[in-house]
């Protein structure tokens, strides 16, 4: 006889069960979708991974948000250089 274990997370075609119900008098979780009932630890480490997922994303944009305010500011400053090393021009006169 051999036993193996099946250590995917996900199985394609299967419910991931990101949509969750909370009982919240029974502690019981199912999900939404497929109503499988799921450990509560399975769910709080799901949301937590999630979280987690969301953090990063927020970090990153914050990142290029910075990126892209300093390039701003870059362009800003040489702007107003070309600006200061240019001599006015006379504004026409009409007669």
Partial sequence: MRVTTDERTHR?????H??????????????????AA?????ALTMLADQYAVALAHIERLNT????????????????????TKEPLKPAPTFP
């Avoid at 949509?19 to 008098?25: F, H, S, T, Y």
């Avoid at 799921?38 to 399975?42: E, M, R, V």
């Avoid at 300093?70 to 107003?80: G, M, W």
Wanted: with cysteine.
């Fill in 12 to 16: 394609p075609g299967e419910c991931d």
């Fill in 18 to 35: 990101h949509n969750i119900r909370l009982d919240p008098r029974g502690g019981i979780v199912t999900c939404r979708d497929c109503s």
């Fill in 38 to 42: 799921l450990t509560p630890f399975w």
């Fill in 64 to 83: 290029r948000l910075a990126a892209a305010d300093a390039r701003i500011l870059d362009l800003s400053a040489e702007l107003d250089g070309k600006q």
